[in-house]
């Protein structure tokens, strides 16, 4: 099993509807975990971090997290043509490394 | 605000030339990374540093070394570059700690022929 596994998309959602966005992870004992945004042909910019079970509300984005079922997943509200990018889990390794799933391409359709 | 730097945007180098990727970050962080991201298989972590002089090899350290002599700059060295090393390489770098945001560098983009 890979460490992080993500679908790898196209994702089209129409404007103004919610994207999810889904990863698992193997590792048991991770602690932390993140979502990096990548415009196509910039660096990695981290938008939501969550450690906790639950759900985790920062303006328009939500970070689940279900450590039982070894799930996190992105919620997008009210997506719009500007959240168009690859959207990258990332799962706490230990000493300090995080891991990077291989993204979720995400498609806004005006 | 943090900022994280790249020597070269663009790189065009021969086979078996010797690569110095530079990489520096203004924020006093004590980690820095190197990967390369390749369409397909995303980002994978090469080496890593905690401290001055001290290195950790990632997941795909071969045919790559690193230096890291002072706390704001960690160089990754292609001893001798190869074809299958045409990649875009980035540097990040973040505090002490797995809950702390890596920051990333604009990239290089490495073509070797």
């Known amino acids: 099993q890979k460490e992080v596994e993500q679908n790898s998309g196209p994702l089209s959602v129409p404007e103004g509807a919610i994207a999810s966005l889904n990863c698992t992870y193997s590792d048991r004992g991770s602690q932390s975990f993140f979502w990096y945004r990548q415009y196509s042909g910039k660096s990695p910019e981290l938008i939501m971090f969550?450690?906790?079970?639950g759900d985790k509300e920062d303006g328009r984005f939500t970070a689940q997290l279900n450590k039982a079922s070894q799930y996190v997943s992105l919620l997008i509200r009210d997506s719009q043509p500007s959240d168009s990018a690859t959207y990258l889990c990332a799962v706490e390794r230990r000493n300090d490394k995080i891991i990077f799933g291989k993204g979720t391409r995400l498609h806004i359709l005006p | 605000d943090v900022k994280v730097t790249q020597s070269s945007r663009y790189l065009v180098k021969r086979t078996g030339e010797k690569v110095f990727l530079e990489c520096v970050q203004d924020?006093?962080?004590?980690?820095m990374f190197w990967y390369r991201q390749d369409p397909g298989l995303g980002l994978r972590l090469i080496y890593f540093s905690y401290d001055v002089k001290m290195k950790e090899k990632g997941d795909i350290p071969e045919g790559y070394s690193v230096s890291r002599e002072k706390k704001e700059r960690f160089s990754l060295i292609l001893e001798s570059a190869s074809t299958n090393q045409t990649s875009m390489y980035l540097c990040?770098?973040?505090?002490?700690?797995?809950?702390?945001?890596?920051?990333f560098g604009p990239g290089t983009r490495l073509t070797v022929t």
């Open positions: 924020m006093d962080h004590e980690n």
């Open positions: 990040a770098s973040s505090l002490t700690g797995t809950d702390y945001e890596q920051y």
């Open positions: 969550i450690y906790s079970n």
